[in-house]
């Protein structure tokens, strides 16, 4: 990993500049703010430096590259199942809206936008990665652009749904990105944001050792009570929240399931089994283990 500069920074949530010392881990500091609760990474790496880790293939994909590096994904395109039963997972409590523009912001390779289009939206991603989204323009032909949302030159209220999937936790400012997201949507548009949740029962044991302490791609650990927040500044209103994903999270590529979760893949079953694994969900749901939160809200 290269040299990745770190500047001192007030919370995100509240501007507040008190707070207390989690965890050390990799050398950066996770801190809490005394103020209102928001975990994130301070010192926090500057955006630029940030931008450098997600620009190469290795993020990605790993295979054919002697030296593992704690950060990315083994291979990204092996979670296309996986991503399809997410990306239908996050639609099911909004499948009454019609269907008209969707962004997704950090939209990656484009697996998850790519189906979304298949799904009937007039599809836009947005993500910091020059290879990612080469990738997505290139083998995908989708209209996705490089860089930050801030910079996005669309129209003001343009979209009627935007997702955030695993993404807002990797962000330098989420209150400067929602605030973009705010202009570029419609009144009334609903903004789907699904990150790691910090307050739950998991991380409260493993602590220091939870697996999304991941720095510095990881910059902020939200709870759902700072993320409602974090919407509600924004100018968003939350109507629906989610416990979700140990199992999704589980059925990516950096578990114990990742054998049995290739095969499902290879022999393109992973559809068939999702009711055994929206069971697997509901059993989840009721034992509370979850680490994963989604919060459905409304821009005002
Ligand atoms: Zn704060």
Redesign the pocket.
């Known amino acids: 990993m290269q040299d990745i500069r770190c500047q001192d920074v007030a ?1 995100d ?4 500049s008190e707070s207390k010392h989690l965890f050390t881990v990799h050398s950066f500091s996770v801190v809490k ?1 005394l ?4 975990v994130y990474l301070n010192p926090m790496p500057y955006p630029e430096d940030i931008a450098n880790v997600y620009d190469s293939r290795e993020y990605y994909c790993k295979k054919g590259h002697r030296e593992e590096t704690p950060l990315g994904y083994a291979d990204y395109a092996m979670l296309e199942g996986h991503l399809t039963f997410v990306a239908n997972e996050l639609l099911r409590p909004v499948r009454h809206i019609k269907t008209g523009r969707l962004l997704d912001v950090g939209c990656s390779m484009g697996i998850m936008l790519n189906h979304f289009r298949e799904l009937g939206w007039d599809t836009y991603g947005v993500d910091i990665s020059t290879y990612a989204t080469e990738y997505a323009r290139g083998q995908l032909g989708l209209k996705v652009f490089t860089g930050v949302v801030e910079k996005l030159d669309l129209p003001e209220s343009y979209f009627d749904l935007v997702t955030m999937v695993l993404t807002i936790e990797h962000i330098p400012s989420p209150r400067d990105t929602l605030r973009a997201l705010h202009r570029l949507m419609k009144p009334g548009a609903v903004i789907i944001v699904a990150t790691h949740d910090i307050d739950g029962p998991w991380p409260r044991i493993v602590k220091g050792r939870w697996r999304h302490l991941n720095v510095p791609e990881h910059l902020y650990f939200f709870s759902k009570s700072t993320l409602k927040r974090m919407l509600e500044e924004t100018g968003f209103s939350t109507f629906r929240i989610t416990e979700t994903a140990t199992i999704a999270a589980a059925t990516g590529n950096e578990t114990l399931l990742r054998a049995p979760i290739r095969f499902l893949h290879r022999y393109r079953l992973m559809t068939r089994v999702a009711p055994v694994l929206r069971s697997l969900h509901a059993i989840n749901r009721m034992l509370n283990l979850s680490d994963d939160v989604t919060l459905y809200s409304r821009r005002v």
């Open positions: 919370c949530l509240c501007r507040g703010c103020n209102c609760g928001l």
